[in-house]
């Protein structure tokens, strides 16, 4: 059964920059789209990025354009979620995540990783 394991998130200060990293294993991920979504205390979990398995078309929800940057390498069967300029209100768990197709609705796919801690704090 295909598994996503994310990895990278830690403590940085505002301003500051993480790559994530979401490899795949027991599937080979580049034959589909890989979404990246995020959840804070309290909040339901939200999308912030997805990547089509072409690598063709890309989405960003607003919070995150120009700021943040996925992209995948499919020869690694990993892909990443650079994130710059990162601001305390982006403090989260991350989760990668596959399905069929691009969606901002976390149940339209159906592999999910256990999530990487992200926290932006001085």
């Known amino acids: 059964q295909g598994q996503l394991v994310e990895s990278g998130g830690g403590l940085v200060q505002p301003g500051g920059s993480l790559r994530l990293s979401c490899t795949a294993s027991?599937?080979?991920?580049?034959?589909?789209?890989i979404g990246w979504f995020r959840q804070a205390p309290g909040k339901e979990r939200e999308g912030v990025s997805c990547?089509?398995?072409?690598?063709?078309?890309?989405y960003y929800t607003d919070s995150v354009k120009g700021r943040f940057t996925i992209s995948r390498d499919d020869a690694k069967n990993t892909t990443y979620l650079q994130m710059n300029s990162l601001k305390p209100e982006d403090t989260a768990v991350y989760y990668c995540?596959?399905?069929?197709?691009?969606?901002?609705?976390?149940?339209?796919?159906?592999?999910w990783g256990q999530g990487t801690q992200v926290t932006v704090s001085s």
């Open positions: 995540a596959t399905g069929p197709v691009c969606s901002w609705f976390p149940w339209e796919y159906d592999t």
């Open positions: 990547i089509s398995s072409s690598g063709a078309d890309i």
């Open positions: 027991g599937f080979s991920s580049e034959y589909y789209p």
